[in-house]
């Protein structure tokens, strides 16, 4: 089985008819290392969870675009729920162990 971390394979990040330097980039994209590094970060929230406003404010230095684009992938993988609150107008995700925890929440 393909791990879940690995990077995805260039070729479906970008389109035929993209510019070369478009491809290139995909080429070196390392998107399984921002899964992953996303996944952490949602996983060190614990309970309280964790926004993409958040972290985005916090790893100003990564692109805004790299960070944001990670919970949608790990949430159709399994690994992360949106249980429906929002904390500053964003939606608050969690690891998905905290799934059954909407009582505690509230």
């Given amino acids: 089985m393909k791990d879940l971390f690995d990077d995805t394979p260039f070729h479906t990040?970008?389109?035929?008819n993209d510019?070369?330097?478009?491809?290139?980039?995909?080429?070196?994209?390392?998107?399984?290392?921002?899964?992953?590094?996303?996944?952490?970060l949602i996983k060190e929230a614990g309970i309280k969870g964790i926004t993409t406003k958040e972290m985005t404010k916090r790893y100003r230095d990564i692109s805004h675009s790299s960070i944001t684009s990670r919970p949608n992938e790990l949430e159709?993988?399994?690994?992360?729920?949106?249980?429906?609150?929002?904390?500053?107008?964003?939606?608050v995700?969690?690891?998905s162990s905290y799934k059954n925890s909407m009582m505690e929440i509230t």
């Fill in 13 to 16: 990040l970008s389109r035929s």
């Fill in 19 to 40: 510019p070369q330097t478009s491809k290139d980039a995909a080429a070196i994209a390392p998107t399984g290392k921002m899964r992953m590094f996303v996944y952490d």
């Fill in 76 to 91: 159709k993988l399994g690994l992360v729920v949106y249980l429906g609150d929002k904390r500053d107008g964003a939606r």
């Fill in 93 to 95: 995700i969690r690891d």
